[in-house]
């Protein structure tokens, strides 16, 4: 006859019939067994998101970027220049970040100070944020320019004293997120205090020129 263990109490003994007692559980007769969490631990870094690759718009979206007619660091074609045509660069955008309502752009001076401030040769505003580039010498009809440090409404090319060393020149865009309102020959500083403003973004390409 098959008797029935009932383990009302846990310390108590089992009486099988047949003479024999059962022991006692006691867990520490039974350890834990071990588990070796490397491989769970392996499979989870294959599931880890690259953020990069996520497919979320807003994640490592390119920066708002500048291009010139010039490299980054190189000098700076005299055509562009007082020596030249005295004609402004051709100035490509990408990348233009949401919210943006305007895109303006200014060449400075960084080597030369007046009255404090860089040297402005050039301050222009108005570009809608569709358009994506400036072409040479081109002034758009929407366009609003800035009274220059030479005095003059528009572009003023680099033109450093003669036996200078190369001074460094540096055309900046900006991203606006509302437009300027802005009339033609409203002073350079002026102007770009009310661009720093307004300014989501913004990108740079240097130059250097000597005579």
């Not at 039974?30 to 870094?45: C, G, K, M, Q, W």
Request: hydrophobic content about 40%; aromatic content about 8%; charged content about 20%.
């Amino acid at each position: 006859m098959i008797s029935i263990c009932v383990l009302v109490v846990v310390s108590a003994g089992c009486d099988t019939g047949d003479g024999k007692q059962l022991q006692p559980y006691d867990p520490a007769d039974y350890p834990s067994p071990v588990v070796d969490t490397t491989i769970a631990e392996d499979l989870a870094s294959e599931f880890v998101v690259d953020p990069t690759v996520s497919g979320d718009p807003d994640v490592a979206a390119e920066p708002f970027s500048v291009a010139a007619p010039w490299l980054d660091g190189a000098d700076i074609d005299p055509r562009y220049t007082c020596d030249g045509l005295n004609v402004s660069p051709a100035v490509s955008w990408g990348a233009v970040p949401e919210g943006t309502q305007e895109i303006a752009i200014a060449l400075v001076d960084d080597s030369a100070v007046s009255n404090g401030e860089p040297f402005v040769h050039w301050v222009i505003g108005g570009f809608d944020p569709s358009e994506i580039a400036v072409v040479e010498g081109d002034v758009p009809p929407a366009a609003v320019q800035a009274l220059n440090f030479f005095g003059d409404v528009g572009y003023g090319g680099p033109c450093p004293p003669t036996g200078d060393e190369p001074h460094l020149y540096r055309l900046t865009t900006y991203a606006l997120n509302q437009r300027l309102g802005l009339a033609d020959g409203v002073p350079a500083a002026e102007f770009l205090d009310i661009i720093a403003t307004l300014t989501i973004a913004s990108a740079d390409v240097t130059g250097f020129y000597q005579r």
